[in-house]
T-cell receptor, first 115, second 123 residues
Framework: DQQVKQNSPSLSVQEGRISILNCDYTNSMFDYFLWYKKYPAEGPTFLISISSIKDKNEDGRFTVFLNKSAKHLSLHIVPSQPGDSAVYFCAAVRGLFQGAQKLVFGQGTRLTINP | KAGVTQTPRYLIKTRGQQVTLSCSPISGHRSVSWYQQTPGQGLQFLFEYFSETQRNKGNFPGRFSGRQFSNSRSEMNVSTLELGDSALYLC??????????????????????FGSGTRLTVV
C-alpha cells in the first residue's frame, strides 16, 4: 500500500524557470510533510517541511503547498538552478508529537535543470 | 556537531551470507531509524530504535534485524542474503522525543539527519 506517491519519475526544466514537483498521499492522519533532495550514494538532505495545519510554507527559493482536500502537495523551486538537479523525495509522518519517527516516502522524482 | 556516520560505505556479499551495518547517530540523539532504498521503491522504513528498544517496525521479513547500544549506536543485520537485498541502506538520527515547538508548522530542518548510507551488493 503506497501511502505517498510521486507519479512523475522525472522532470526536465530550463534554468531560471519554475520547477514544480508533485506528491499525493492517501492517509489523512499524516501530520507533517517533508521534502528531501538526494544525490546518488548520499543521504537525503532536508529542503522544507509543512504541517498539516498549514497550506503554504516558504523558504528562499523553495515553497511547499498543501491541499488537504485533494491530499496533494507540491514543491515549487523558483528560479531553478543547475545545482538543483537531483532526485527529490516527498515524505510524510504521522504522530510526530507523540514521538513517532517513521517517515513514509514517495518513490522520488528526478529533476534535471537544463542550462 | 559531527554528522551521522554509517560504516562501511560499500559492501559486496554473496547470497546466503549475513551482513552487519553500523550507524553512529549525532551526539545526543537517541533515535535511530533504518531505511532501504532500491530503484523504483523509494525509501522503505525498516525499523526504529530508541533507548535500546525497537519502537516501530516496517514490513520486512525476519531476516532483517537490528539493535541499539547504550551509546545510541545502532547495528542492522541481514541474514541469509538474497539478490533482492542489494540496496542503499540509510539510517536517520533524531532526538526521538517530541520535536521542538512546531505548532505553527515551522521547520523540521534539524529534526531528522540522514547518514550517507551503506551500499550493499549481493552477488
Amino acid at each position: 500500500d503506497q501511502q505517498v506517491k510521486q507519479n512523475s519519475p522525472s522532470l526536465s526544466v530550463q534554468e531560471g524557470r519554475i520547477s514544480i514537483l508533485n506528491c499525493d498521499y492517501t492517509n489523512s492522519m499524516f501530520d507533517y510533510f517533508l521534502w528531501y533532495k538526494k544525490y546518488p550514494a548520499e543521504g537525503p538532505t532536508f529542503l522544507i517541511s509543512i504541517s498539516s495545519i498549514k497550506d503554504k510554507n516558504e523558504d528562499g527559493r523553495f515553497t511547499v503547498f498543501l491541499n488537504k482536500s485533494a491530499k496533494h502537495l507540491s514543491l515549487h523551486i523558483v528560479p531553478s538552478q543547475p545545482g538543483d538537479s537531483a532526485v527529490y523525495f516527498c515524505a510524510a509522518v504521522r504522530g510526530l508529537f507523540q514521538g513517532a519517527q517513521k517517515l513514509v516516502f514517495g518513490q522520488g522524482t528526478r529533476l534535471t535543470i537544463n542550462p | 556537531k559531527a554528522g551521522v556516520t554509517q560504516t562501511p560505505r560499500y559492501l559486496i556479499k554473496t547470497r546466503g551470507q549475513q551482513v552487519t551495518l553500523s550507524c553512529s547517530p549525532i551526539s545526543g540523539h537517541r533515535s535511530v531509524s533504518w531505511y532501504q532504498q532500491t530503484p523504483g521503491q523509494g525509501l522503505q522504513f525498516l525499523f526504529e530504535y530508541f533507548s535500546e528498544t525497537q519502537r516501530n517496525k516496517g514490513n520486512f521479513p525476519g531476516r532483517f534485524s537490528g539493535r541499539q547500544f547504550s551509546n545510541s549506536r545502532s547495528e542492522m543485520n541481514v541474514s541469509t542474503l538474497e539478490l533482492g537485498d542489494s540496496a542503499l541502506y540509510l539510517c536517520a538520527s533524531s532526538l526521538g522525543g517530541r520535536p521542538p515547538v512546531l505548532r505553527d508548522g515551522s521547520s523540521l530542518r534539524y529534526y531528522y539527519t540522514f547518514g550517507s548510507g551503506t551500499r550493499l551488493t549481493v552477488v
